[in-house]
Nanobody, 120 residues
Framework: QVQLVESGGGLVQAGGSLRLSCAAS????????MGWYRQAPGNQRELVAS???????NYTDSVKGRFTISRDNAKKTVYLQMNSLKPEDTAVYYC??????????????WGQGTQVTVSS
């Protein structure tokens, strides 16, 4: 089995910072793309940022210049550094990883979600 466990969410004032982490564990052969998504109440889940195994990154326009995605392949962990947070960043943040497991084909795996709340 494969698990993704997120941490680092919480309540912060506008202009503040948070760092999210997502660690993959289990019967993993290799990890391809990793990313962070978010879903606010009443909205669809949207891609925030993604990073390839080689380190190429992609961001949604609303977070460019404020958020930074990174990964530590040895630790099987992806991070999201969020600076200059705004109330509109409030959402449940989910990590996703494309993982080649040792017991089956490549699959998309999701974390359980972590709440980020930005107060004005």
């Amino acid at each position: 089995q494969v698990q993704l466990v997120e941490s680092g969410g919480g309540l912060v004032q506008a202009g503040g910072s948070l760092r999210l982490s997502c660690a993959a564990s289990g019967r993993i052969f290799s990890i391809d793309d990793m990313g962070w998504y978010r879903q606010a109440p009443g909205n669809q889940r949207e891609l925030v940022a993604s990073i390839t195994s080689g380190g190429n990154t992609n961001y949604t326009d609303s977070v460019k210049g404020r958020f930074t995605i990174s990964r530590d392949n040895a630790k099987k962990t992806v991070y999201l550094q969020m600076n200059s947070l705004k109330p509109e960043d409030t959402a449940v943040y989910y990590c996703k990883a494309v993982i080649f497991s040792t017991f089956g084909p490549r699959g998309n795996y999701w974390g359980q979600g972590t709440q980020v709340t930005v107060s004005s």
